[in-house]
């Protein structure tokens, strides 16, 4: 079983060759896959080509260490018009830090603050979402599991109804 790991610990992280034994990029930020919530690779700075926009594609990663990403060799970094599986992804920049999240019913839950990604499938698995000042003060960070969206748009994601969740939960365990 894989570790989760928390949306800051995958930005702004060096990208590691095994090759050159040095650090040849720096992932900036994420590409995520609105339609099931996959990290399919990560924006990169070339450390040779400063001005460079390379991506690193999810599969081309060795493994997640705490200094970064482990890879091959500089190879494994590509340019983005190269990737025509993931163009459409890469366009949609989709951020999902901030968006707002609504359940079936239309109750305004908060914005997304932060997501946790299984380090291994790259599947984000849960969303940390921020409630209003007087929602806070009795509830605190909402946790949101994959399995309790039911859609996602540029504006928001939407959710099952909380009390709907807990209790089909509930029916479960009993």
Do not use: W
Request: positive net charge; contains cysteine; glycine residues 6%.
């Amino acid at each position: 079983m894989y570790m989760l790991r928390l949306s800051q610990a995958l930005v702004n992280k060096p990208v590691l060759s095994l090759r050159l034994g040095t650090q040849i990029a720096v992932a900036i930020k994420p590409i995520i896959n609105p339609n099931n919530l996959k990290i399919e690779g990560f924006d990169c700075q070339d450390k040779y080509e400063r001005n460079k926009k390379l991506v690193l594609v999810s599969g081309d990663i060795r493994e997640i260490i705490p200094k970064g990403f482990v890879v091959n060799d500089h190879e494994d970094l590509a340019e983005p018009s190269d990737l025509l599986r993931l163009e459409g992804i890469i366009k949609l920049n989709f951020e999902l830090i901030g968006k707002h999240v609504t359940t079936v019913s239309k109750t305004k839950l908060g914005k997304v603050t932060d997501y946790a990604t299984d380090e291994g499938s790259l599947f984000i698995q849960k969303l940390y979402v921020g409630q209003s000042v007087v929602r806070s003060l009795t509830g605190g960070t909402l946790i949101i599991d994959r399995s309790q969206i039911v859609e996602i748009t540029n504006r928001k994601i939407v959710v099952n109804d909380l009390a709907q969740t807990s209790t089909a939960s509930a029916a479960a365990v009993a």
